[in-house]
């Protein structure tokens, strides 16, 4: 079924879908190419990677990870080397509930 809602904008949290990634795969995300680079050398300096090590047993570089996906919320957000500008954001909402008094309509879907 599908379903059509309306809910007030202060009800949602949106946020960058394809940066949402970062966070599934935890992985870092930086604010500039050159700021991933350095974290990523600095990790290997201690023997660490967050692509083969999930989460890192290092406290503060799994904080730093965690830190990093605030940017994900942040619909400005846009270094070129890694997230696209504003409008061509794939963006997604994420809301707590939905009333009956939200729905405007409910049909049928089919997939093609």
Known sequence: MRIEFEVEEQRGLLSDFDLWHYALNYWFLPRSENEGDLFDAELAAKGLSFFKTKPLPNGRYHRL??????????????????????KQKCLQACIWEITLNDIHAVSEFTAR
């Open 65 to 86: 990870i965690e830190e990093s996906w605030q940017h994900i919320f942040d619909l400005d957000f846009k270094p070129a080397d890694i997230a696209v500008p504003g």
